[in-house]
């Protein structure tokens, strides 16, 4: 398996991989293949990485950028992040988070956040900071992983994109 930086012929496979990655979960709206589409067609997707093996694309994660009310820059929303249903359980989750997390520290990133499974994000060092809040999501499930000793405090909002119905 690699992981690479997305190239354009790879949006229909990151379409099928998301979707049938995120089919079955519950809590889902079925939107994540838009949400992608619309970072991808606003420039949003400041990182977008694939995971692919012998077969073709099984895997997929994007970041983006953030705002911050405090006015902080530099953090970016990680997701969606996707597995095929049948290569789920063999790390390539993890090492699509542990990649794209190390490029964007090179970026100069101050640190990332996401909603999700705080008992899967904590091995990557995500936790919950009461200082920065998002509005539509339960706090529980919005981590923050800052690459500074300070955390942003205020509310953050993921870029528009992640609105995306269709």
Known sequence: MIIRKEITSDSEAIDSVTAAAFMTLAISRHTEPFIIRALRAAGALTLSLVAEDEGGVVGHIAFSPVAISDGTTGWYGIGPVSVLPAHQRQGIGTALINRGISLIKEKGGQGCALAGDPNYYKRFGFR???????VEIPQEFFLVLPFTPTVPKG????????GAEH
């Open 128 to 134: 919950n900071d009461p200082a920065l809040t998002h």
């Open 155 to 162: 509310t953050l909002t993921f870029h528009p994109g992640f």
